[in-house]
């Protein structure tokens, strides 16, 4: 069974730009969540979705925005990139929202923001 | 804010048992507790969870106190592929909760040959 993958794994941008990453879930996950992870703030949640409902929300600006799909792939958006948004971004699918369903993370997107 | 305390490193020699301890003194009794690790650059893998008998899989073995205010993390056999940062989460259980995870800072810990 193919795992979790995250498009692009790496990418540079610009102060002022936004950006969409994408992640797929392990097929047959209806649970996508977000994390962003940094050297200095760690790994802090961002948001989960659940049958195309958010179902969660992190401590983040509303400049980071997300979404998912039917076929339960998901999309976060940035807009207006700040140097500060610099940061491995982590997507984890699991089958079902909840506490008893083990999270199965991707590899991340690196985002570099000059 | 995370709701666990970890040292944030150790050492282990390869071969050798490595106990990795958490504390969790204000966890409640519906919260169950769930180890993480992230090797350098990947994305957390899944080790364990209990809630308050003790738990062991192909990976590892998981010690909760009896009074669940701190639990230990054991890898049998420690190798240097299992340096990593090891985390240690409480999560609430019951429907209506969701997939999020507070992470802390967790343990650093380092296979040594």
């Known amino acids: 069974k193919a795992g979790v993958t995250q498009t692009p794994r790496y990418l540079i941008k610009t102060r002022g730009q936004q950006v969409t990453l994408s992640c797929s879930p392990i097929?047959?996950?209806?649970?996508v969540s977000w994390y962003q992870q940094t050297p200095g703030q760690g790994l802090q949640f961002l948001f989960e979705y659940f049958s195309e409902t958010q179902r969660n929300k992190g401590n983040f600006p509303g400049r980071f925005s997300g979404r998912q799909f039917s076929n339960s792939r998901s999309e976060m958006n940035v807009s207006t990139l700040e140097l500060g948004d610099s940061a491995l971004y982590l997507c984890?699918?699991?089958?079902?929202?909840?506490?008893?369903?083990?999270?199965?993370f991707g590899p991340g997107t690196r985002l570099t923001v000059l | 804010d995370a709701k666990t305390t970890q040292p944030p490193s150790m050492d282990c020699a390869e071969g050798r048992a490595a106990n990795l301890p958490c504390n969790h003194s204000?966890?409640?009794?519906?919260?169950?507790v769930y180890w993480y690790r992230q090797i350098h650059s990947q994305g957390p893998q899944y080790i364990i969870h209990g809630l308050k008998n003790n738990e062991t899989n192909e990976m590892a073995s998981l010690i909760i106190t009896e009074d669940r205010k701190s639990s230990t993390l054991i890898l049998p056999h420690a190798t240097l592929r299992d340096t990593a940062v090891y985390y240690c989460?409480?999560?609430?259980?019951?429907?209506?909760?969701?997939?999020?995870?507070?992470f802390g800072q967790g343990t650093t810990l380092q296979v040594k040959p």
């Open positions: 097929s047959g996950h209806r649970s």
């Open positions: 984890a699918s699991s089958v079902k929202s909840g506490n008893y369903n083990e999270q199965f």
């Open positions: 989460i409480v999560r609430v259980s019951g429907s209506g909760n969701t997939g999020k995870l507070i």
């Open positions: 204000t966890i409640s009794g519906n919260e169950y």
